[in-house]
T-cell receptor, first 112, second 115 residues
Framework: SQQGEEDPQALSIQEGENATMNCSYKTSINNLQWYRQNSGRGLVHLILIRSNEREKHSGRLRVTLDTSKKSSSLLITASRAADTASYFCATVPNTGGFKTIFGAGTRLFVKA | EAQVTQNPRYLITVTGKKLTVTCSQNMNHEYMSWYRQDPGLGLRQIYYSMNVEVTDKGDVPEGYKVSRKEKRNFPLILESPSPNQTSLYFC??????????????FGPGTRLTVT
C-alpha cells in the first residue's frame, strides 16, 4: 500500500513564483526524502530530512517535516522553467525493514 | 563516473517469454532496489536487497524474481511475463543503511512492453 501521498497532483505557476508541494505518510519514519523526475527519466535525489529535524534548506529548496501530523512540504523558491518536473516524496517506515514507499508525485509546470 | 546502469533500455516481448533486466552499480553500494512506475501510481517497490544474498519483498513482488550474487549486480527476472507487467522499471542503489535509508541513485529506466 502507498504510504506517501503528495498534493497537489499538478501545479502550474509562472517563472519567479514559489511552488509548494505537500506529502503525507501513515507510519513513523526515520527520514523522508524528496526526489525529482524529468519526464520518463530516472529520479534524482533532492534532499533528505531526518525525523528529528523540522526544517532543512538546500539552495532554493526548503523542506519541512511535522512528525506529529505525519506530513512534509517542499518549497521551491523563485522557480525557473527548468524546475518543470515531477516531484516525489519517499519514506522508509520505521517497522524494521527497508522497504521504500513513494508517493504518486506532484507534477510541476513552470511557465516562462 | 558513478552510475547505475540498466539493460536493456527498451524491450518489447510476448507473454510467457522469460526475460531478465540487468542492473549494475559502480559505487560499492550495499542497498539495491527495483521499482516499477505506472501512470498515476508513482513508483512501487518490487524487491530490494540489503547486501549480497539478502533480498526482501517490496509492495508488488508477484511475478518477479531477483538475485544478489555480487554486490554490484541486481538483476530482475520475469519468468513468465504478462501484459500487466508492461511498465517503466527503475533500478536504484543506496550507499548505506544505518538508521533509515539514505539517498538512492537511480538508473535511467527500462521501458518494458509485454504483448
Amino acid at each position: 500500500s502507498q504510504q506517501g501521498e503528495e498534493d497537489p497532483q499538478a501545479l502550474s505557476i509562472q517563472e519567479g513564483e514559489n511552488a509548494t508541494m505537500n506529502c503525507s505518510y501513515k507510519t513513523s519514519i526515520n527520514n523522508l526524502q524528496w526526489y525529482r523526475q524529468n519526464s520518463g527519466r530516472g529520479l534524482v535525489h533532492l534532499i533528505l530530512i531526518r525525523s528529528n529535524e523540522r526544517e532543512k534548506h538546500s539552495g532554493r529548496l526548503r523542506v519541512t517535516l511535522d512528525t506529529s501530523k505525519k506530513s512534509s512540504s517542499l518549497l521551491i523558491t523563485a522557480s525557473r522553467a527548468a524546475d518543470t518536473a515531477s516531484y516525489f516524496c519517499a519514506t522508509v517506515p520505521n517497522t524494521g525493514g527497508f522497504k521504500t514507499i513513494f508517493g504518486a508525485g506532484t507534477r510541476l509546470f513552470v511557465k516562462a | 563516473e558513478a552510475q547505475v546502469t540498466q539493460n536493456p533500455r527498451y524491450l518489447i516481448t510476448v507473454t510467457g517469454k522469460k526475460l531478465t533486466v540487468t542492473c549494475s552499480q559502480n559505487m560499492n553500494h550495499e542497498y539495491m532496489s527495483w521499482y516499477r512506475q505506472d501512470p498515476g501510481l508513482g513508483l512501487r517497490q518490487i524487491y530490494y536487497s540489503m547486501n549480497v544474498e539478502v533480498t526482501d519483498k517490496g509492495d508488488v513482488p508477484e511475478g518477479y524474481k531477483v538475485s544478489r550474487k555480487e554486490k554490484r549486480n541486481f538483476p530482475l527476472i520475469l519468468e513468465s511475463p504478462s501484459p500487466n507487467q508492461t511498465s517503466l522499471y527503475f533500478c536504484a542503489s543506496s550507499p548505506r543503511t544505518g538508521v533509515g535509508l539514505h539517498e538512492q541513485y537511480f538508473g535511467p529506466g527500462t521501458r518494458l512492453t509485454v504483448t
